[in-house]
């Protein structure tokens, strides 16, 4: 089976920096996404890890531990746009060139002034 | 813009009817995928196709079904709608292999409502 949890809200300030959590088992294992989702809008892809350790992009930032089956996203320095719902998304390892992508539900993060 | 192309970016219907959602990959693109996103749930995945092939499923009902064209376009069908088929339906694609080079990409949706 697969699951993947992150947690549901998180608030933050203008400015701070935020760290969502994410855990996940599934069956195979071909990557670690992270997408920002506004409301009514298509995700956007963040960031890609499939080996351990940090991987930064100008503001965030996501690592990845497989022998946990744990992953954050590091958001620096919170600007009201990052108002957002992330995303965790694993890739399995499936026959057939199967690239699909299992997602958690998502943290909606609210960032306020 | 993800180059991910979906038409009809709402649609309301009544229940017990059919609809026919569509979507144009990226270019170079072989792999579309469909996500179902209702409120309470996140993305859940539905289908992937691959150069015309069903590649994977996931939890699809089998009122729904879909293909993909030899031009790569895909179109997911929905069939004897439900009240609890309102949601918001994305197409995806990528290329296929591992890698951040084979991420995948959405559309921006179609919002179906049923009544």
């Known amino acids: 089976g697969q699951n993947i949890d992150q947690p549901t809200e998180m608030t933050a300030t203008e400015g701070a920096i935020v760290q969502i959590n994410c855990t996940y088992q599934t069956s195979g294992f071909n990557g670690l996404f992270w997408y920002q989702q506004h409301a009514g809008e298509a995700p956007t892809f963040l960031s890609y890890n499939v080996l351990d350790g940090l991987e930064e992009k100008g503001r965030f930032s996501s690592f990845l531990s497989r022998s946990k089956g744990y992953s954050y996203l590091l958001l620096k320095e919170l600007q009201m746009k990052d108002s957002a719902s992330y995303l965790c998304?694993?890739?399995?390892?499936?026959?057939?060139?199967?690239?699909?992508?299992?997602f958690g539900t998502g943290t909606l993060l609210a960032v306020q002034p | 813009d993800s180059g991910v192309t979906q038409t009809p970016k709402h649609l309301i219907t009544a229940t017990g009817q059919r609809v026919t959602l569509r979507c144009s990959p990226r270019?170079?693109?072989?792999?579309v995928y469909w996500y179902q996103q209702s409120l309470d749930q996140g993305l859940q995945f539905l289908i992937q196709y691959y150069n015309g092939e069903e590649r994977a499923k996931g939890n699809i009902l089998e009122r729904f079904s879909a293909q993909q064209f030899p031009d790569l376009h895909s179109e997911l069908n929905l069939s004897s709608l439900e009240l609890g088929d309102s949601a918001l339906y994305f197409c995806?694609?990528?290329?296929?292999?591992?890698?951040?080079?084979?991420?995948?990409?959405f559309g921006e949706g179609s919002w179906l409502t049923v009544v």
């Open positions: 270019s170079g693109d072989l792999s």
């Open positions: 998304a694993v890739r399995g390892v499936g026959g057939g060139a199967t690239n699909k992508l299992i």
């Open positions: 995806a694609s990528s290329k296929i292999g591992t890698g951040v080079s084979h991420t995948i990409y």
